[in-house]
Each structure stands twice: as structure tokens, then as C-alpha cells.
């Protein structure tokens, strides 16, 4: 069993940091998070929902604890995401077997 979060920052690690859109438009922001997680590694699948103003990261695999939103969406905004007010980030995942979703915003840290 392994947990997201260790997967993600191993992999931010050794990404470095990716070049995020300057210029204000939030579907190229939520495109370039899909692609810098798939870059990483990412054992499943990451989709922008424009409409909804969503990006879903669907995990393939068994983890031993639910993925901290809030931590993600503060590595992404650490490393050069910043999206919009209503964009909002959720991570399925199977946790020993049983099916798990959390959601949380990935609006600018507030200063």
C-alpha cells in the first residue's frame, strides 16, 4: 500500500517546477496541472472539466489513506499553479478496497 501524497511529493521533487500560464486563463492552468501530474508518474488519470470548473485525478491502485486535498492543492500552488477562485480539485481513489473521493479548492493562497 502506498499513500498519494508520498507519490506526489517524490514526484514534485523530481519534477522540479513546472512553468504555469501567466495569462489569467484557468482551463490552460487546469491543463498544464493535468500534464505536470501525468508527467510524474501518475498511476491513473487526470480530466478538466471546464463547465465545472473541476480537475478530477482518478487513481488507479490500492492506497492505505486518503489523499489530503488540501496538501495537494498546496504542493500545485507552491510550484506555480494558481488558479481561479471556483476551480476545484478531486481525487478518487480506492482506500483498502473501499472507494474514496474529497474534493477540496485550489483558489490562490491568500496572502
Known amino acids: 500500500m502506498?499513500?498519494?501524497i508520498s507519490?506526489?511529493?517524490?514526484a514534485v521533487v523530481a519534477a522540479g517546477?513546472?512553468?504555469?500560464?501567466d495569462d489569467g486563463k484557468g482551463i490552460e492552468r487546469a491543463q498544464a496541472v493535468c500534464s505536470?501530474?501525468?508527467?510524474?508518474?501518475?498511476n491513473g488519470n487526470c480530466a478538466v472539466d471546464a463547465k465545472e470548473t473541476l480537475i478530477e485525478v482518478s487513481l488507479a491502485?490500492?492506497?492505505d489513506s486518503p489523499a489530503d486535498c488540501p496538501k495537494v492543492a498546496d504542493m500545485l500552488r507552491a510550484h506555480g499553479f494558481q488558479l481561479?477562485?471556483?476551480?476545484?480539485l478531486r481525487i478518487k481513489a480506492s482506500i483498502k478496497d473501499e472507494p474514496e473521493v474529497t474534493e477540496c479548492g485550489l483558489a490562490p493562497a491568500r496572502q
Open 2 to 4: 502506498r499513500s498519494f
Open 7 to 10: 507519490l506526489i511529493e517524490a
Open 17 to 21: 517546477s513546472p512553468v504555469a500560464s
Open 36 to 42: 505536470f501530474l501525468e508527467n510524474t508518474g501518475l
Open 61 to 63: 491502485g490500492q492506497y
Open 84 to 88: 481561479g477562485p471556483n476551480w476545484e
